[in-house]
């Protein structure tokens, strides 16, 4: 692999103190092209501008997926890297639904561990930082007819982050807007399934909150996602999710918490999740918390839920399941807390 470092360092001249998610970027990128029927050699280089042609199929077609990861330094100072194998799987399985050749592994892994090791600087050992990184794979063809390409281009970034939601986050129930339909790529880490959502999004935003959370697209009947996360419920002392489908996210974050719940002796129950049961449960009292769970936010506690006319307001927990498991998994991914569940790994 072929590694050209920057000869301008931008870490001394980064405020720490004030980083808005994902729009500080650390020193370096890697760039890994595919043509002829296979992926060429990897190069880590300075990050900086890429050469877009107007005739670019991703331009035309969104023919682009990506993943999110996020690494942690210890107190040892060594940087732990959270459940790649899995970011790594799904990365694949997006790809394959967006008709984009699988990325091999070593050229994942390899470039990975190569690029968060030579910005290891970037990623601090404070608390609430991690290093966010970026792995995306788009069309890189040029032509104009609507078909899949036959070039593509693998970059991985990283950005230094710290909170992504900062307050309350009060959601409102979706009934006219569609994240993703049976059948769609609501599973996979599509570009465009966000792009999509940003619209509905923003007019939520304009009445005062934070996020939507999404319904089916059929009937509107039942909870799946809200906005980039998971959802999760307490009613009483049980967990309830919605149940993975094609239309929603299999969240690796969700995962990890569906086993953290389990083994703290928390019933977790994964199926689908009528609006009207949530409403039925808060006015009987039992709706204890909701919270998402996403990589970027970790585990972010919902404060309010609104379905037409009825906001739902949530009191804090004393025995906050969302609270406890966060702990938990934030423990884990710092190295912390002893990982009995090997999700973690050490960047050489």
Request: with cysteine; charged share 25%; hydrophobic share 35%.
């Amino acid at each position: 692999m072929k590694i050209s470092k920057t000869s301008n360092s931008r870490i001394q001249t980064t405020d720490f103190t004030n980083l808005k998610f994902g729009t500080v970027f650390s020193d370096h990128m890697l760039i890994c092209k595919y043509s002829d029927g296979k992926w060429g050699s990897s190069e880590i280089l300075p990050y900086g501008p890429i050469p877009v042609n107007p005739g670019m199929q991703v331009l035309h077609y969104g023919q682009a997926i990506f993943e999110g990861m996020k690494a942690f330094k210890n107190e040892d100072d060594k940087v732990l890297l959270f459940r790649k194998e899995e970011n790594f799987k799904r990365f694949n399985k997006s790809s394959i639904r967006l008709s984009i050749p699988e990325i091999p592994e070593d050229i994942f892994m390899n470039g990975l561990d190569n690029l968060i090791s030579l910005d290891s600087d970037w990623c601090k050992n404070k608390e609430g930082y991690s290093l966010y990184i970026r792995p995306f794979v788009f069309a890189s063809g040029e032509c104009i007819k609507a078909s899949s390409s036959e070039e593509f281009t693998f970059i991985i970034i990283t950005s230094p982050t710290t909170t992504y939601y900062a307050g309350e986050v009060n959601v409102v129930i979706e009934e006219e807007y569609t994240r993703s339909t049976l059948g769609g790529v609501g599973f996979a880490k599509a570009a465009g399934n966000y792009a999509a959502s940003f619209y509905p999004t923003k007019q939520a935003n304009l009445k005062g909150f934070t996020q939507l959370i999404w319904t089916d697209a059929k009937e509107h009947k039942y909870i799946e996602e809200s906005g980039t996360m998971n959802i999760w419920f307490r009613i009483g002392d049980k967990l309830i999710t919605p149940s993975l489908s094609d239309s929603i996210l299999g969240g690796i974050t969700r995962d990890s918490i569906v086993s953290l719940a389990e083994s703290n002796g928390i019933e977790v129950q994964q199926r689908r999740i009528l609006i009207t049961e949530i409403v039925e449960a808060y006015n009987k009292g039992t709706l204890k918390e909701a919270f998402g769970t996403g990589t970027a936010v970790t585990v972010n506690p919902i404060k309010s839920i609104t379905f037409r006319e009825n906001k739902m307001e949530l009191e804090n927990q004393e025995d906050s399941f969302a609270l406890k498991l966060k702990t938990e998994l934030q423990g884990i991914q710092k190295g912390s807390i002893v990982d009995t569940y090997n999700w973690t790994s050490i960047v050489s």
